[in-house]
């Protein structure tokens, strides 16, 4: 009986939260800076998580913490709040269970992030794994239930990588379609089916059953995220059974402040149309509720620099475009970048995620930036020849299939009234930088 692994979540200038897994139901006890926060934790509840904030802190201070849970287990470490200005944060996404990259962690530290955002593919949820990290995890099929969901997240949340980057910096986390045991997950049959999520001639109720399971285990596993503003209202996706409940499409996204950058992190799967609809004006990766939240909020912003946290890119670097990507629901990313310029807001930046490739996007007519810091753990896909549309740099590979390139991560960071991003690789080597200047949606690079 003891505490599995702790991380540190959402994080304030004055306040820091301490994610907790115990295999011991009973008290955890987060002691810091003279005072004690409490939560009762259940095994038998959320996997035995709990979240506990600690209050009372200073901006931009470390302090030390110490945690007990009610079998006297001990673990130590250090909290950290966000700066009044100024600000870092870094973004990875696709970091599966069997790559574990020390040295892409040491360097998000040293960087000096305030925060990492998670974009999705972070367990790679599908095939079994024996024996992983102290864990054995089953195939993902169609009656995995959250329990089988939450193995998977274990594994990952026990690598070496994991647990240095966890207990440094404040994590906050999306999910992308290798949560759910498949690729290009859009809530019908015939994506489930070819996913294994559903067998051969299932129905639309068993998808739903299915994406419930596993969005259990990813709750329980986004614990340390902050709550979603108020007022914002599950729906269900075009295509759910109509016996489903829109309790099973809880409100995920949410935005938080790091100093001088305020970063919006939108939830790319859980309201989705289906990849093959018409792209028109009802074809949304959003959802209706999610898209009014986001217009409303980033316009309502007050920061000098608003980063909206995508998994799924607004261009892409290869040809194509496999629903992985805003390619297939153009009518809405269009209406988002109008939206935006129309609206005059300004210092706006997408960090986006998903397709195991580095590149940047720069529509200068319209003020778009959209830049791609990935894969944190997986190999690269091939690029293909020459820059299209918006692209101005990517990651070169090696052409003809699966390369191993160095794992990469971005990184904005806020000085002043400039806002520096850009893409490093898991030594520590820069790959790409680029600038925006505060009242400006102007990228310069070097």
């Given at each position: 009986m003891a505490i599995s692994f702790w991380w540190l979540g959402h994080?304030?200038?004055?306040?820091?939260?301490?994610?907790?897994?115990?295999?011991?139901?009973?008290?955890?006890?987060?002691?810091?800076a003279g005072q004690s926060f409490t939560a009762a934790a259940d095994t038998a509840v959320a996997d035995g998580i709990v979240?506990?904030?600690?209050?009372?802190?200073?901006?931009?201070?470390?302090?030390?913490?110490?945690?007990t849970d009610a079998s006297a287990a001990v673990e130590r470490g250090t909290l950290r709040t966000m700066p009044a200005t100024g600000g870092k944060v870094a973004f990875i996404s696709c970091d599966e269970r069997t790559r574990p990259l020390?040295?892409?962690?040491?360097?998000i530290i040293a960087f000096g992030a305030n925060a990492l955002c998670h974009q999705g593919d972070y367990v790679y949820a599908a095939a079994a794994l024996s024996g992983y990290n102290g864990e054995t995890s089953p195939a993902i099929t169609g009656s995995s239930t959250a329990a089988n969901y939450a193995t998977h997240w274990r594994q990952c949340m026990r690598k070496s990588d994991k647990r240095l980057l966890e207990t440094a910096i404040p994590q906050y986390r999306m999910f992308d379609d290798h949560e759910f045991g498949g690729d290009n997950w859009d809530h019908t049959v015939t994506q489930a089916q070819s996913a294994l999520n559903v067998a051969p001639g299932g129905t639309q109720a068993e998808v739903d059953a299915s994406w419930w399971a596993a969005r259990q285990a990813a709750a329980w596993y986004m614990a340390g995220n902050p709550a979603s503003d108020a007022g914002t209202t599950a729906e269900k996706p075009s295509n759910a059974a109509g016996g489903?409940?829109?309790?099973?499409?809880?409100?995920?996204?949410?935005?938080?402040?790091?100093?001088?950058?305020?970063?919006?992190h939108i939830d790319c799967f859980s309201y989705r149309s289906p990849n093959a609809a018409t792209d028109n004006a009802s074809k949304t990766m959003l959802?209706?509720?999610?898209?009014?939240?986001?217009?409303?909020?980033?316009?309502?912003?007050?920061?000098?620099?608003?980063?909206?946290?995508?998994?799924?890119?607004?261009?892409?670097?290869?040809?194509g475009g496999t629903g992985d990507d805003w390619r297939r629901f153009s009518t809405e990313r269009d209406e988002l970048i109008s939206f935006i310029q129309s609206t005059g807001l300004t210092g706006v930046v997408w960090m986006c995620g998903d397709p195991h490739s580095a590149f940047v996007v720069y529509d200068p007519a319209r003020g778009h930036i959209a830049v791609t810091a990935n894969p944190a753990g997986v190999d690269h896909i091939a690029q293909a020849a020459g820059y299209p549309q918006f692209v101005t740099w990517k990651q070169q590979g090696a052409a003809g299939g699966q390369t191993r390139l160095p794992a990469v991560f971005g990184l904005a960071e806020a000085a002043g009234d400039t806002l520096t991003l850009r893409l490093i690789d898991q030594y520590g080597a820069e790959l790409w930088r680029g600038t925006v200047q505060a009242g400006t949606n102007v990228l310069t690079t070097a």
């Open positions: 994080a304030t200038t004055t306040q820091a939260r301490v994610c907790v897994r115990t295999t011991t139901t009973g008290t955890v006890t987060v002691s810091c979240a506990i904030d600690v209050l009372g802190l200073e901006p931009g201070k470390s302090y030390p913490v110490t945690i020390d040295d892409l962690a040491q360097n489903t409940s829109v309790n099973q499409y809880p409100v995920a996204y949410y935005r938080n402040t790091v100093g001088d950058i305020e970063f919006f959802g209706a509720n999610q898209k009014a939240w986001l217009k409303v909020r980033i316009a309502a912003s007050t920061a000098k620099f608003k980063i909206i946290a995508s998994g799924k890119t607004t261009y892409i670097a290869t040809a």
